[in-house]
């Protein structure tokens, strides 16, 4: 449960959250959003309604914090709404019902300094770090469709990994490699 200083700060982080959000997600204020996740490492699965007539459901949130935390140190971060959003998105272009694999979601600094001393492809300032980006892949579905879906959403990064078999994400300036 939020005391009223975290209550206060949700509500201050979700209004900058919106004003950062995709403009085709901001034209949707009412109805609701519901994700499907299952983190390959935890082996937790959630789903969760974390989007409700306009606004971020708390509780959700938290829960989905949690799932999307560094697997290596159990560390927790408050995830960027415009990713939960954005997650949302593919769910939906790719008319998604099973849980999204969720490979890699926030990296603590330690965890992601560790990992770009031993593998050339990390970002020393990874978006990982900021809560803003993830490592996905759909369950019985073509690498290269979640791909080219999430490029044509035209927002953030998307890094393509066949050979690791996952797609990441971000809500970073639009780019591919």
């Known amino acids: 449960m939020l005391d009223r200083r975290s209550l206060i700060r949700f509500g201050a982080f979700a209004s900058l959250a919106a004003l950062a959000a995709p403009k085709s997600l901001l034209a949707s ?35 989905l914090n949690q799932i999307l935390r560094d697997w290596r140190t159990d560390e927790v971060t408050e995830i960027d709404f415009g990713l939960l959003d954005l997650i949302w998105q593919v769910q939906q272009r790719m008319d998604v019902s099973e849980p999204i694999h969720i490979i890699c979601g926030y990296r603590s600094p330690k965890t992601n300094a560790r990992l770009a001393r031993t593998n050339q492809g990390v970002a020393r300032n990874s978006y990982h770090i900021r809560g803003q980006a993830v490592d996905i892949r759909v369950p019985g579905r073509d690498l290269r469709g979640l791909r080219e879906t999430a490029v044509a959403l035209d927002v953030g990064g998307v890094g393509y990994y066949p050979r690791s078999d996952f797609v990441h994400i971000d809500t970073g300036p639009v780019r591919t490699w």
């Open 29 to 63: 204020t009412g109805g609701s959003r519901t994700i499907s996740l299952y983190n390959t490492h935890s082996l937790e699965t959630l789903t969760t309604e974390y989007w409700v007539d306009g606004w971020y459901h708390p509780d959700a949130i938290v829960s």
